[in-house]
T-cell receptor
Framework: EAQVTQNPRYLITVTGKKLTVTCSQN?????MSWYRQDPGLGLRQIYY???????DKGDVPEGYKVSRKEKRNFPLILESPSPNQTSLYFC????????????????FGSGTRLTVV | AQSVTQLDSHVSVSEGTPVLLRCNYS??????LFWYVQHPNKGLQLLLK??????LVKGINGFEAEFKKSETSFHLTKPSAHMSDAAEYFC??????????FGTGTRLQVFP
C-alpha cells in the first residue's frame, strides 16, 4: 500500500531533550515536507526537500532540523524542544511538479502529536 | 505570493442538504489547487485537485469543486450532506516551488 509512515503517533517530552520524528514513504517521491498544525493557523511548512541531500527552509523552520540521506526517509529533529513546539506534525510527499501525471498530489502521514512540557 | 482564504471558519448544515465551503486564492501564475479533509484525530486525505485541466473537478465521496479564474475561487460543494462528512476541510494552493499553502480550515458540522 502506498503510504507515508510517521513515528511516533504521540510523544510527550520535556524541554531540552532532543527528539526525532521519523517519516518514510514508499512511493519513490522526490519531494518531502514537514508541516505543523496549530488551531486557527492551518498547516505551516517547516522544511522541505526536493531530492536526496537537498533541503530548504519553509515558513517556520526555527528550532527544527531535517536530513535527507535517502530518498524514502525525511526525519524531523528537534535538538532542544520548547513548549511552543507543542503541535501536531505532518509529513507529506509527492512527485515534483510536472512529474507523476495524474498521480501528482500529496500523500500525508497520519500525524505526530507532540507535547513539550 | 500565493495565498488562500477560506471564507468561513465554521459551516453547519442539516443532513441531506447541500454543502458549500468557500475558498478564494491569490496566485501570480496558474496554480494547482487542492481540497483536503481531516476527520477528528486523523491525517489529511485528498478530496480533489485542480491542475489546469477541466475547471470542474470531481473528487471522492460526492464532492466537487469549480475553478473560476475570473473570481479567483475554488469553492467545494456537495449536493447532499451526510453525517460522515463532518470534519475539517482545507483549501490548499501549491506555489511554484511545490510548497503547499494551506487555508486556515473550515469546520463542517452536519446535524441529523
Amino acid at each position: 500500500e502506498a503510504q507515508v509512515t510517521q513515528n511516533p503517533r504521540y510523544l510527550i517530552t520535556v524541554t531540552g531533550k532532543k527528539l526525532t520524528v521519523t517519516c518514510s514513504q514508499n512511493m519513490n517521491h522526490e519531494y518531502m515536507s514537514w508541516y505543523r498544525q496549530d488551531p486557527g493557523l492551518g498547516l505551516r511548512q517547516i522544511y522541505y526537500s526536493m531530492n536526496v541531500e537537498v533541503t530548504d527552509k519553509g515558513d517556520v523552520p526555527e528550532g527544527y532540523k531535517v536530513s535527507r540521506k535517502e530518498k524514502r526517509n525525511f526525519p524531523l529533529i528537534l535538538e532542544s524542544p520548547s513548549p511552543n513546539q507543542t503541535s501536531l506534525y505532518f509529513c507529506a510527499s509527492s512527485f515534483l511538479p510536472g512529474q507523476g501525471g495524474l498521480n501528482y498530489g500529496y500523500t500525508f502521514g497520519s500525524g505526530t502529536r507532540l507535547t513539550v512540557v | 505570493a500565493q495565498s488562500v482564504t477560506q471564507l468561513d471558519s465554521h459551516v453547519s448544515v442539516s443532513e441531506g442538504t447541500p454543502v458549500l465551503l468557500r475558498c478564494n486564492y491569490s496566485s501570480s501564475y496558474s496554480p494547482s489547487l487542492f481540497w483536503y479533509v481531516q476527520h477528528p484525530n486523523k491525517g489529511l486525505q485528498l478530496l480533489l485537485k485542480y491542475t489546469s485541466a477541466a475547471t470542474l473537478v470531481k473528487g471522492i465521496n460526492g464532492f466537487e469543486a469549480e475553478f473560476k479564474k475570473s473570481e479567483t475561487s475554488f469553492h467545494l460543494t456537495k449536493p447532499s450532506a451526510h453525517m460522515s462528512d463532518a470534519a475539517e476541510y482545507f483549501c490548499v494552493v501549491s506555489d511554484i516551488t511545490d510548497k503547499l499553502i494551506f487555508g486556515t480550515g473550515t469546520r463542517l458540522q452536519v446535524f441529523p
